[in-house]
């Protein structure tokens, strides 16, 4: 197989590939890298990283290579990659010695030389029919990035429905608070152009499961285009993902991403002058024009607040008791939910004002607590001992009602301004 890459130049909007039969370029340069992350995957890396090796060399046009990640693995991971290194041509490992998605990905994709990089979960859950599709548009120069839904309409997949609804209120959650406009950010099948991922990671700061939600969102904000490819996911019964950890992780990184956009932090300015992109949104938007504008926007942040409310509060339910878990959730989806409304709903960038717009925040956060434990206790008086689906319904209602008390005062009190026509 000969050895063909693409030049990239900063901010172009196209890669020039060769014609076919041609090499111009360096030896051992591949096109695609596709990283596999694991950490202690004895038992089925090796059927996979084989099956993966097979299709590239059987399907995939252009040179590739497949690199192991191994994170600090403390069974035979390790071993077998490094025997698959030296058996499979085009297959190599590296090693880290520290636990975390992000890191490994990280790692592995700051050192490749490739043009296109990639990365897939080790069970393969993903159709490799979807590989092509995925990394054509980089290759190409049509896009920056390329993400794998499994939430649109033509995607199949076949999971449980507990990590069915964790998915997609998950993703509501991001486009309520974060404004995010892809639609799946935890499918684990992702590329990225390398000229653009040297200067998107150095930007990222998570090291685990939040890594690539949080790269697609600066890279969002950076004016980058994100093809999506529907995809046929079979989830892995054996996944041994602990789901209450990742979703508490994925909300912190949620709040620390957004504090620091809202603070400027991200050179994302200077990240769209590099890659010669305009801002996606006017650098100082206006406020919102009107009630019903506001009413529509206020409307979608509260829709994924609500998910996410009542998503927390079954992840927290087993562990606490059903006041507790109320507080907490309704507290973290809180913060997020004005944090989200002083930025999307009511047109208000920047740091200033922020810590007295949250303060204000956490008093209307009382009124929605009162409600919601107000509504609980009732219940419990009524109906005794009712069960963790009937009081689930009974938070949603009273949910609801807090919602638009929470609308009234934060336009009406926390976030007023004389410009805004009722």
Same mark, same amino acid.
């Given at each position: ?314 992840? +927290?339910?087993?562990?606490?008791? #059903?006041?507790?878990?109320? !507080?907490? %959730? /309704?507290? =973290?989806?809180? *913060? &997020?939910? @004005? ?41 419990? +008086?009524?109906?005794?001992?009712? #069960?963790?689906?009937?009081? !689930?319904? %009974? /938070?949603? =209602?009273?949910? *609801? &009602?807090? @919602? ?19």
């Amino acid at each position: 197989m000969t050895s063909t890459t693409a030049a990239s130049v900063a901010g172009a909007d196209r890669l020039d590939l060769p014609a076919a039969g041609a090499d111009p370029c360096p030896p051992g340069a591949p096109v695609l890298d596709v990283v596999i992350p694991v950490h202690n995957e004895q038992t089925d890396l090796e059927r996979c990283i084989r099956r993966l090796h097979t299709h590239l060399a059987e399907s995939f046009p252009y040179p590739f290579r497949i690199t192991i990640a191994d994170n600090a693995s403390t069974d035979g991971t390790l071993a077998i990659a490094a025997a698959l290194a030296a058996e499979l041509t085009g297959v190599s490992a590296v090693h880290l010695g520290q636990k975390g998605r992000g890191r490994a990905l990280h790692a592995a994709w700051s050192r490749s030389d490739a043009t296109v990089l990639a990365y897939m979960d080790v069970d393969l859950s993903t159709d490799l029919a979807a590989l092509l599709p995925l990394v054509a548009p980089l290759i190409s120069g049509h896009s920056e990035l390329a993400i794998g839904t499994r939430l649109s309409r033509g995607s199949r997949v076949v999971r449980g429905a507990r990590r069915e609804l964790l998915s997609r209120g998950y993703n509501l959650l991001l486009r309520g608070a974060l404004a995010a406009r892809f639609s799946d950010a935890q499918c684990g099948f992702k590329a990225i152009r390398k000229d653009v991922a040297d200067r998107l990671l150095p930007l990222v700061q998570d090291t685990g499961w939040f890594f690539d939600t949080e790269l697609l969102v600066l890279a969002q904000r950076a004016g980058l285009r994100i093809h999506e490819v529907p995809v046929d996911w079979v989830d892995d019964p054996d996944s041994r993902v602990d789901i209450v950890a990742t979703a508490v992780a994925d909300l912190k990184g949620m709040v620390r991403l957004g504090r620091a956009l809202a603070r400027g932090t991200p050179p994302l300015a200077e990240l769209r002058r590099q890659l010669g992109r305009a801002p996606l949104e006017p650098a100082q938007p206006g406020v919102p024009a009107g009630l019903a504008r506001q009413l529509v926007r206020f409307a979608g942040v509260g829709v994924a607040s609500t998910v996410a409310y009542g998503l927390l509060f079954v992840l +927290l339910r087993g562990a606490m008791g #059903g006041q507790a878990a109320n !507080l907490l %959730a /309704l507290l =973290v989806t809180a *913060l &997020a939910n @004005t944090a989200a409304n002083r930025r999307l709903t009511f047109g208000i960038s920047g740091w200033h004002g922020a810590g007295r717009h949250q303060f204000q925040g956490l008093v209307v956060f009382a009124v929605g607590l009162a409600l919601t434990s107000g509504s609980l206790a009732l219940l419990h +008086l009524l109906a005794g001992a009712a #069960g963790r689906l009937v009081e !689930l319904a %009974a /938070l949603g =209602v009273a949910n *609801l &009602a807090a @919602t638009l008390v929470r609308f009234l005062l934060m336009r009406e009190w926390v976030f007023r301004q004389p410009n805004v026509s009722p």
